[in-house]
């Protein structure tokens, strides 16, 4: 039977995921990320899931790629290598595809350091909050790689260009605080309530309408690669869905419920 390397937990209309390889802190290999690509289904599937707290298990958030398995890499013949690490990205980006386009508020819950893979997989999330006890790497130079989980894509877009090109031809380590100053974590906490705090946040964020936030985030995460007609006409479009909406429909009725009410009281 295959070790569970993911965690998924459902409180409350907030799904919890744990990275669950302390061992390796949470390094990624191939079988970690199919269970996240299948516990990341099973959540868009479930229609009381409104929001997403990603986490490690440990004293680590996620180390990246699994070093083991790059090595084995190494074995195949020549001629295969180029094919295999092409099919092996399509799987990359299509676990952090998912996670970065999920219909719902998702919170990476950074407990320890976070680094190479593990760092863009916190970014694909909507925000981060950062146990003081956190860290950040984009240490892919380190191993002679460019990162390919979207640090690319994601760091620029929360820290600017210049910076993102420091941290990542740097490959350094960026603590907490740095995290915070900088952009890359939304708050700090204290590691004893990391858990808590996020739960209360992802329960803040998703209380509006569900409709509402999925369709407004998928816009939102197209912003700066589209012109301003483009958000003008997807907006347009979402709010024709919006006025169809059960909680658009409950939300009026009840506004103009409790103000006849009101009238009739005075």
Not at 64 to 71: C, H, L, N, S
Not at 162 to 188: P, T, Y
Request: hydrophobic fraction near 40%; proline fraction near 3%.
């Amino acid at each position: 039977m295959e070790a569970e390397l993911i965690e998924l937990r459902i409180d409350s209309g907030i799904a919890t995921v744990i990275l669950n390889r302390p061992d390796k802190r949470n390094a990624i290999n191939d079988g970690l990320r199919e269970q996240l690509i299948s516990a990341l289904g099973r959540v868009q599937a479930k229609k009381e899931v409104r929001a997403l707290v990603l986490t490690g298990r440990g004293k680590a958030f996620c180390a990246g790629g699994d070093i083991a398995a790059m090595k084995k890499r190494f074995e195949a013949p020549a001629g295969e290598v180029a094919f295999n690490g092409w099919k092996r990205q399509q799987r990359v980006h299509y676990a952090q595809a998912l996670l970065h386009t999920l219909p719902i508020p998702t919170i990476a819950a950074v407990n320890g350091p976070c680094s190479g893979l593990g760092a863009d997989t916190a970014l694909a999330c909507d925000f981060i909050v950062a146990s003081t006890e956190a860290s950040f790497a984009w240490s892919y130079i380190n191993r002679g790689l460019v990162p390919d989980g979207g640090g690319m894509y994601f760091l620029p877009r929360r820290v600017g260009l210049q910076r993102a090109k420091e941290l990542i031809f740097s490959g350094r380590d960026v603590n907490a605080s740095e995290a915070h100053r900088m952009g890359i974590a939304d708050r700090i906490c204290s590691p004893e309530t990391l858990l808590s705090d996020a739960h209360a946040w992802a329960t803040e964020l998703s209380k509006g309408s569900k409709t509402a936030l999925g369709l407004g985030k998928t816009i939102l995460n197209q912003t700066f690669e589209s012109s301003a007609e483009d958000i003008f006409a997807r907006g347009s479009q979402a709010q024709g869905i919006c006025y169809t909406s059960t909680e658009h429909r409950e939300s009026v009725m009840h506004f103009l419920e409790k103000s006849a009410a009101r009238k009739g009281s005075s």
